[in-house]
Antibody
Framework: EVQLVESGGGLIQPGGSLRLSCAASGFTVSSNSMSWVRQAPGKGLEWVSVIYSGGSTYYADSVKGRFTISRDNSKNTLYLQINNLRAEDTAVYYC???????????WGQGTLVTVSS | DIQMTQSPSSLSAFVGDRVTITCRASQSMSNYLNWYQQKPGKAPKLLIYATSSLQSGVPSRFSGSRFGTDFNLTISSLQPEDFATYYCQQSYSTHPYTFGQGTKLEIK
């Protein structure tokens, strides 16, 4: 059974850093594309970043230069390093597995990041 | 970037009604359009991929179609468990993937 479990969220001050984790089971992270998607309170979904099986990474313009996606193949875990946090980064962050034709076919339960002083 | 304009933003309907939600793409994108359902406090769930293919386990009352750059999600006979927020997502241009603004479907 495919499962994704995020962790690492919390309350952080503006300008701070955080690393989110997404532990996967039931499939191999390095064999799939993996994305992070976020959702601000009461708002819609915003794609944040993707890492492909070959290692290529891409980011939304809103986070480029501040966020870094990576994976640890030995731990079958996806990460999102978030630096220089801003109030507008407050959101639930979901990790999702890339499926066929660019779908996001499995999602974690999300982890809440709150940026506030 | 491809922009997705989803309508309506909210919709009230009765159990048993047939409802249609539309996403309009800002440019031609073949059939690379997916639909997700999200219930309060839960992660999104993939319903339909590639415009009209049902994800495994999704009831057949859900269907998808395309007319040019307009994509429709239709629920043929609403069930109580279908009241949720629905999002479209284009996967033709992957960087970035873009989502529609969402449609909140409520019980009338």
């Amino acid at each position: 059974e495919v499962q994704l479990v995020e962790s690492g969220g919390g309350l952080i001050q503006p300008g701070g850093s955080l690393r989110l984790s997404c532990a996967a089971s039931g499939f191999t992270v390095s064999s799939n594309s993996m994305s992070w998607v976020r959702q601000a309170p009461g708002k819609g979904l915003e794609w944040v970043s993707v890492i492909y099986s070959g290692g290529s990474t891409y980011y939304a313009d809103s986070v480029k230069g501040r966020f870094t996606i990576s994976r640890d193949n030995s731990k079958n875990t996806l990460y999102l390093q978030i630096n220089n946090l801003r109030a507008e980064d407050t959101a639930v962050y979901y990790c999702a597995r890339g499926g066929t034709t660019g779908t996001l076919d499995y999602w974690g339960q999300g982890t809440l990041v709150t940026v506030s002083s | 970037d491809i922009q997705m304009t989803q309508s309506p933003s909210s919709l009230s309907a009765f159990v048993g009604d047939r409802v249609t939600i539309t996403c309009r793409a800002s440019q031609s994108m073949s059939n690379y359009l997916n639909w997700y359902q999200q219930k309060p406090g839960k992660a999104p769930k993939l319903l339909i991929y590639a415009t009209s293919s049902l994800q495994s386990g999704v009831p057949s009352r859900f269907s998808g179609s395309r007319f040019g750059t307009d994509f429709n999600l239709t629920i043929s006979s609403l069930q109580p468990e279908d009241f949720a927020t629905y999002y479209c997502q284009q996967s033709y241009s992957t960087h970035p993937y873009t989502f529609g603004q969402g449609t909140k479907l409520e019980i009338k």
